[in-house]
């Protein structure tokens, strides 16, 4: 049939896409390529926005794009590669969140199309032209995608809440009769 055919070339491409752009962003922070800062630079820029400890963070974080990036495009394990990209840009969106949506701005457009294209390709899955479909759906059971992106989820929420938390807990607080502080 010439539109399953279409479909399937169709996610082909979006899992190549997706997944190879969050591979290259992960790379960027484990290994330090393609203009990235690698775990030490990364891990210090996270510290400094509330996710502590940096460098563990760091390395969450890379794993979470790098490994869900690459399962994505290969199409091997799709519910799990699609649910931690997903969830990994979730995070990362909530540190651009501040700055409004669009990128142009700083804001958190670019996370937000693609952890919205990882979960669509964790719930549809493959397609006929990948791993997945060649291992016969084992690594990928209808029961999956719900169970992977509910737990990434919930732990991204957990990672924004910690963050927020440390954030916090970093700023002086005033006493109730200080008027901020001014010289009058």
Do not use: C
Not at 1 to 27: I, P, Q
Not at 115 to 136: E, P, Q, V
Not at 152 to 159: D, I, V, W
Request: charged content about 10%.
């Amino acid at each position: 049939m010439a539109g399953t055919r279409g479909r399937d070339l169709g996610l082909l491409a979006l899992r190549v896409g997706v997944g190879g752009t969050l591979a290259a962003h992960g790379a960027q922070k484990l290994f330090g390529v393609l203009g990235g800062h690698g775990l030490e630079g990364t891990g210090a820029w996270m510290e400094s926005i509330g996710f502590r400890p940096g460098k563990v963070s760091a390395l969450l974080a890379g794993l979470g794009e790098f490994g869900g990036g690459t399962l994505m495009a290969l199409g091997l394990a799709t519910p799990l590669g699609g649910a931690a990209g997903a969830a990994t840009m979730v995070v990362a969106g909530s540190t651009h969140a501040s700055n409004g949506f669009w990128n142009t701005e700083g804001g958190f457009e670019l996370p937000a199309v693609l952890s919205t294209a990882a979960s669509a390709l964790a719930l549809t899955g493959a397609g006929k032209y990948s791993a997945d479909h060649l291992l016969g759906g084992r690594l990928a059971p209808s029961w999956l995608a719900p169970v992977a992106l509910a737990g990434s989820m919930t732990a991204a929420g957990a990672l924004i809440a910690h963050a927020a938390q440390q954030r916090a807990s970093d700023t002086p607080s005033t006493d109730e009769g200080d008027e901020g502080g001014a010289d009058s």
